[in-house]
């Protein structure tokens, strides 16, 4: 019996041990998605105890939490941070097999030095171990990160965002780890919901600009694009339905944004033009700017009507969705490119049966301007476990490339997540590794460092061009 998740965790011949070990563990970290606050990183804010760090704004957890028959006062409510914790120590119990169990173990390890294992009984060992450590000077937002090897973190930036953090954070001498905004316009998008008005307003006011037209809205639109580059960004983000194509004129387009402004409802599918318009329009931009567009698709969000009354979106109550009209997808790349404007792109689909459809798709659209210029995004979500992260990666070498494959990023909003990046680079090395042992690939020393190291960091850094 193998001991538990000693130095070889997951890593299941030589090949994969060597790997993983002289390559993989020592290449430093890009984070090109994560959900941190650059305000909290800025002000190099500190935690009292673990649960303020681990279960603040964790809905992995907290949907682990409820399954386990957790009160929500334990989860979200007014009970102590230790009954919180003990909570989850409990629940944690009952996670064989589930990769939070790892996650959690993982930094347990790297961040507080625990070898040992969390449960109902240690709980109380495991949370003054924690808080002790805590406590010492290098356990701040800023400590870890820079701890943690990162040496660029992009957050998710709203278009009306000042973006003033990060301004701090570019003068701040202190910090050398880059961190950079991401442009993410689904507010801007969502012309049907009923406070799109209210946005509308606020993105006007940070442009210093009218916005009674698509004009209007498509020169706010450029305006803030260029903030937003002029002040680091390289990246867009996208949270859709899915990849939508219902094409529309700037004519069309503009009559649906003026019946919104009027204060009219729009239909389903005047919103799908209206989408599909500023999405082509914004997508053009990007290649113009040589940004990366990320797409993330196949969500259906804020399931338990209830629990989002009460807390809000991000609050562990999504699925997967089975309705994606992946042909879309193609159609809406395509547009792009007759007219020599698609932009790099990362296409993530939260269904994993999509997995082919994105892998084909891709291969129809990569050109020379740039290896792997579509890329098949990391397993997300639902999906970054050992089985969802080796079915992704195995479907991209079966379609595409994946020696070229940008890999891994936390889209987390903790300061611990990055351990994820050990956890998917242990995968890819077994994966990769047991192929070699196979003899289903050579044991060419010089080209899989190229291609472990590469997928580890240098991939991305090329790539998104930091």
């Keep these: 019996m193998k001991p538990f998740m000693d130095k070889d965790f997951l890593?299941?011949?030589?090949?994969?041990?060597?790997?993983?070990?002289?390559?993989?563990?020592?290449?430093?970290?890009?984070?090109?998605?994560?959900h941190l606050s650059p305000k909290e990183i800025y002000e190099d804010i500190?935690?009292?105890?673990?649960?303020?760090?681990?279960?603040?704004?964790?809905?992995?957890k907290w949907r682990q939490m409820r399954s386990n028959g957790v009160e929500e006062k334990y989860v979200t409510g007014d009970s102590t941070d230790r009954e919180k914790f003990q909570k989850w120590a409990e629940t944690l119990e009952m996670a064989i097999g589930n990769p939070l169990y790892h996650w959690s173990h993982l930094e347990l390890q790297r961040y507080f030095g625990y070898e040992g294992y969390l449960s109902g009984e240690t709980a109380e060992t495991v949370w003054n171990i924690c808080n002790e450590k805590l406590a010492q000077p290098e356990m701040t937002a800023r400590g870890l990160i820079k701890n943690s090897g990162v040496t660029v973190l992009c957050t998710t930036d709203d278009p009306a965002d000042t973006l003033e953090w990060h301004e701090k954070?570019?003068?701040?001498?202190?910090f050398d780890v880059k961190v950079l905004p991401a442009w993410r316009p689904d507010k801007l998008?969502?012309?049907?919901?009923?406070?799109?008005?209210?946005?509308l307003a606020k993105l006007s006011q940070a442009a210093g600009m009218e916005l009674h037209c698509i004009n209007c809205l498509q020169?706010?639109?450029?305006?803030?694009?260029?903030?937003?580059?002029?002040?680091?960004?390289?990246v867009s983000d996208h949270g859709l339905d899915f990849v939508m194509y219902s094409p529309a004129d700037k004519k069309e387009a503009g009559a649906i944004l003026k019946k919104r402004l009027a204060g009219e409802e729009v239909t389903k599918e005047e919103a799908l033009k209206f989408k599909t318009y500023m999405l082509l329009f914004m997508a053009e931009k990007y290649h113009e700017k040589g940004w990366v567009m990320q797409m993330h698709f196949g969500v259906r969000r804020d399931l338990n009507k209830k629990i989002f009354a009460a807390l809000g979106p991000d609050a562990g109550i999504d699925s997967i969705n089975d309705n994606v009209p992946v042909g879309q997808m193609a159609q809406f790349l395509n547009a792009l490119a007759e007219k020599d404007k698609l932009p790099k792109t990362v296409l993530y689909s939260l269904n994993p049966n999509?997995?082919?459809?994105?892998?084909?798709?891709m291969g129809a659209f990569q050109d020379s301007s740039c290896a792997g210029k579509i890329q098949h995004g990391s397993?997300?979500?639902?999906?970054?476990?050992?089985?969802?992260?080796?079915?992704?990666?195995?479907?991209?070498?079966?379609?595409?490339?994946?020696?070229?494959?940008?890999?891994?990023l936390t889209d987390s909003r903790s300061f611990l997540s990055y351990t994820r990046h050990e956890y998917f680079r242990r995968i890819l090395c077994n994966l990769v590794g047991t192929w070699v042992e196979n003899g289903e690939y050579p044991a060419?020393?010089?080209i899989l460092q190229k291609i472990i190291e590469g997928i580890s960091y240098n991939n991305t850094m090329r790539y998104f061009g930091f």
């Design 11 to 34: 890593l299941e011949n030589d090949m994969a041990k060597h790997l993983y070990h002289d390559y993989a563990a020592k290449m430093p970290i890009v984070d090109y998605h994560c």
């Design 379 to 408: 397993a997300w979500w639902f999906n970054d476990n050992k089985k969802g992260m080796t079915d992704q990666m195995i479907s991209l070498a079966n379609l595409g490339l994946l020696g070229n494959f940008i890999g891994m």
């Design 46 to 60: 500190k935690f009292d105890n673990i649960t303020q760090v681990w279960l603040g704004a964790d809905h992995y």
């Design 444 to 446: 060419d020393e010089k």
């Design 169 to 174: 954070l570019a003068q701040d001498t202190t």
């Design 189 to 199: 998008l969502n012309i049907e919901k009923p406070d799109y008005l209210e946005y």
């Design 219 to 234: 020169n706010i639109v450029t305006d803030r694009i260029e903030y937003f580059h002029q002040r680091g960004c390289v």
């Design 354 to 361: 999509d997995n082919a459809a994105i892998g084909t798709i």
